[in-house]
């Protein structure tokens, strides 16, 4: 069973770069079918949509994101991770990874989500 | 930009039905889309209910069905049950880009 587990720090300052990682277990991140996604929710807010990546490097960010998001994969150590930099308050959130099956395009599997804040 | 939009809040009665809808800014959604519903309680990451239109995922109850009505996608439950309590996103896929809904906060009362 595929299982997804995110990880990196829980507070970044402001003006800073926001890095976390996704440990792939239970399945290759070497996988045709799943593209590994990054997906965040504000404190009290809905989901929203930061960026996929495929096994091979190919990228698709949020519009609203595209500017400051770097996807990246690292199949020797079957984990993907992302980076987001300028950070304010506002990219305060709970931060998931998600695989998307390309088949249905459904985000079939989610890690547990890692909370960040952004403060001084 | 794409909005996809969602009731803010809805409401069912034990063993009542209720539908969620899922719409578009400007434009109809369709399969094409291939409209996704996830539920989501406090602190938990999303489970994955329907892709696909009308699929149900894996272990998820038959009382929960995905459907296109009119030019929006819909997620309706038959049999609400207590802990159907949650709030529940849809998703649509638009070319490369993953567009969720601002989400329906669901009470059963």
């Known amino acids: 069973q595929l299982q997804l587990q995110e990880s990196g720090p829980r507070l970044v300052k402001p003006s800073e770069t926001l890095s976390l990682t996704c440990t792939v277990s239970g399945a290759s991140i070497i996988d045709y079918t799943h593209y590994w996604v990054w997906i965040r929710q504000p404190p009290g807010e809905g989901l929203e949509w930061i960026g996929s990546i495929y096994y091979s490097g190919g990228t698709y960010y949020s519009p609203s994101l595209k500017s400051r998001v770097t996807l990246s994969v690292d199949t020797t150590k079957r984990r993907f991770s992302m980076k987001l930099s300028s950070v304010t308050a506002t990219d305060t959130a709970v931060y998931f990874c998600?695989?998307?099956?390309?088949?249905?395009?459904?985000?079939?599997?989610w890690g547990q989500g890692t909370r960040v804040s952004v403060s001084s | 930009q794409t909005v996809v939009t969602q009731e803010p809040s809805s409401s069912v009665s034990p063993g009542g039905t209720v539908t969620l809808t899922c719409g578009l800014s400007?434009?109809?959604?369709?399969?094409?889309?291939?409209p996704s519903w996830y539920q989501q309680t406090p602190g938990q990451a999303p489970r994955t209910l329907i892709y696909s239109t009308n699929s149900r995922s894996s272990g998820v109850p038959d009382r929960f069905s995905g459907s296109i009505i009119g030019n929006k996608a819909a997620l309706t439950i038959t049999g609400a049950q207590a802990d159907d309590e949650s709030h529940y996103y849809c998703?649509?896929?638009?070319?490369?880009?993953?567009?969720f809904g601002g989400g329906t906060k669901l009470t059963v009362l």
């Open positions: 998600a695989t998307q099956y390309s088949g249905t395009w459904a985000l079939d599997h």
């Open positions: 400007s434009g109809s959604v369709s399969s094409r889309y291939y």
């Open positions: 998703v649509l896929y638009m070319g490369s880009d993953v567009v």
